[in-house]
């Protein structure tokens, strides 16, 4: 995932000073996907420099001089075709969630189908832990070590479980909000 998509975001929700945009950063996209404020200062450099945004002087900032950054439509455009690229990597959990903001910001653009792939990923995943505890977990009687390894696997299934739950509920969100899309 790109810090880049993250900050995209967040500009369309509100466009904003670099300081202000940090600041709400921390505050809401940053418990999950952290950047330190220099990394923001650079990543808009970066993104200015691309097309993506423009930084114009914030006129109410007094006599400090400030600048406010909003997105452009190549920003707007990159930012869609980041939401439709599928992830493939292990932040891919991460980057649903800033996909999901952005999806909400700039409308719907393929995001059912990625959270479909990742359930199927998820639900392979829980699928092979309920194999392993059924295989070496299943006498009625276990020793305070095969407890322990036991445990270890009950977080996982826990886990999966529960992404799986919060999945279906997300996709079925997105696939009312996209019936109302077309109706």
Known sequence: MSIQHALLTSLLEK??????????????MGYFWHASHQQIY???????????????DDNDAGKRRRRLYQVLEAGRAELARWVAQPETDSNADRAL?????????????GLDRALRRMIAEHQAKLDTYLGIEQRDFG???LSKSQQLRHAVLRAGIVAERSWLQWA???????????????G
């Open 42 to 56: 650079r990543e808009l450099g970066r993104m200015a420099d691309a097309g993506w945004i423009v930084a114009t």
């Open 15 to 28: 466009p904003s000073t670099g300081y202000d945009l940090a600041r709400r950063f921390d505050k809401s």
């Open 168 to 182: 279906g509920e997300v996709l079925s969100l997105l696939e009312s909000a996209e019936a109302g899309a077309a």
């Open 139 to 141: 006498a009625p009687s």
């Open 97 to 109: 969630l800033i996909k999901m903001r952005a999806e909400a910001v700039i409308g719907p653009h």
